[in-house]
């Protein structure tokens, strides 16, 4: 490391105000902060000084994702050589997985940090770190089989329009990982749906070929319970512990509830996510999970699902644990964090039991309290001050 740093600072001033790269000063200065942890502290003024910065909490909570990203590799081989009708080892699974993976991990990097790094030169600012996250989201959220040029385009139109257009990293109103998959379902909802968007049926780069069996279904247990109800629910979904395990039919990283929990503790012991929004989430979903199984209805086969089944099905483990507890993007008052996880928690599936033509309910979830987060810590900080006002005005 001593040589990589005489290297950078001999090549330094070739990037600073009157070398030949100067234009490329943030390009550098992104690097090295990468890098090493920069050494500039403040002078003047009360600081708290620690040596956690941004860097390195995004780093944090990309390495709490790694449990979902290994297991996302290994279903998704899993899946596919189900599909085909094919026995292979674990490392054939992975292998696969990896293949078919990888390069929807490059498209999205590629292609949001390329647009960070334009916007950082055009605008002479240093390149944030916010994408470290995002990038990672973006292939563990989307459809396995969703074509590359369609999440290169979303995922320019989220950092572009969700984030960029509002001043970059920090101050984006809505998580840009979900709009991009919010952009993708509805632009290209063929893509979003069916029984094999979950399900990669063909070749990772040339590796692991075949024809899918006839009778397999790869559509995910919230697909199935949205066009099953009555007694025939049982006999299409799988049961709870293999959701709880994760092997099935799903978004890359959302099907495995113990690789979420991994993640959830990483985030909590760290003290980077908020456990008041985490089990807010969980409980507002348990909340309404009990209630709209409490009163079932054929017309709708989702509110037959018990409550449990409820947050291991589908997106809502990965939403409570990943999307919802986003500092930027959620509420920030400790009361508001509460009232803001527990509605998510109740939207989520709410949409999900009672939206017949969505089975699924997070996402939205998540983006409708992201626009009321503001709100929420608004009421918060105005019922204390009329609070201290009226003790005040009591004394």
């Known amino acids: 490391m001593k040589a ?22 943030s390009v550098f200065d992104g690097m090295e902060t990468f890098l090493f942890t920069p ?11 620690d040596s956690n910065d941004m860097k390195r909490s995004m780093i944090t909570v990309v390495v709490a994702l790694l449990p979902c990203l290994l297991f996302a590799m290994y279903n998704t081989g899993y899946q596919h050589f189900n599909a085909i009708g094919t026995t292979a080892t674990f490392w054939q699974m992975f292998l696969f997985g990896l293949l078919a993976m990888l390069p929807v991990i490059v498209v999205s990097y590629v292609v949001g940090l390329g647009i960070e790094f334009i916007g950082a030169q055009i605008h002479h600012k240093e390149i944030q770190e916010g994408f470290l996250v995002t990038g990672i989201l973006i292939p563990l959220i989307v459809p396995i089989n969703t074509p590359l040029w369609m999440t290169a385009v979303a995922t320019a139109f989220a950092v572009i329009f969700a984030k960029e257009i509002f001043g970059g990293t920090g ?61 025939t629910l ?22 495995s509830m113990i690789a979420i929990l991994i993640g959830a503790a990483i985030l909590l012991i760290t003290g980077i996510a908020s456990w008041r929004v985490m089990i807010s989430v969980f409980a507002g979903g348990l909340v309404m999970g009990a209630i709209a199984h409490a009163f079932p209805t054929p017309t709708y086969p989702a509110s037959m699902l018990d409550p449990l089944a409820q947050l291991c099905f589908g997106g809502f ?10 500092p930027v993007t959620g509420a920030r008052t400790k009361i508001g964090q509460y009232i803001y996880g527990f509605l998510i928690g109740v939207f989520a599936i709410l ?7 969505y089975p699924e309910g997070a996402m939205l979830a998540v983006l409708l309290m992201n626009a009321f987060a503001p709100l929420i810590d608004y009421c918060v900080v105005q019922a204390n001050i009329n609070r201290r006002l009226k003790r005040a005005k009591a004394q």
């Open 4 to 25: 990589l740093r005489k290297f950078m600072d001999k090549i330094k001033p070739q990037f600073q105000e009157g070398g030949k790269l100067a234009k490329l000063e």
């Open 39 to 49: 050494n500039t502290t403040s002078r003047s003024g009360v600081h708290i000084h």
């Open 171 to 231: 101050m984006n109103i809505f998580n840009v990982a979900l709009i991009t998959r919010a952009f993708l379902f509805f632009a290209y909802p063929s893509k979003m749906s069916g029984d094999l968007a979950f399900v990669k049926t063909d070749t990772a780069f040339g590796y692991g070929g075949g024809t899918v069996v006839d009778g397999f279904s790869g559509a995910t247990p919230l697909g199935e319970v949205a066009t099953n109800a009555g007694d």
């Open 234 to 255: 049982s006999d299409k979904i799988p049961s709870t512990i293999d959701a709880f395990i994760g092997l099935i039919p799903g978004s890359p990283g959302e099907t």
């Open 317 to 326: 483990a990965f939403a409570a644990v990943f999307m919802a507890t986003d």
């Open 351 to 357: 949409i999900r039991v009672y939206n017949g033509g």
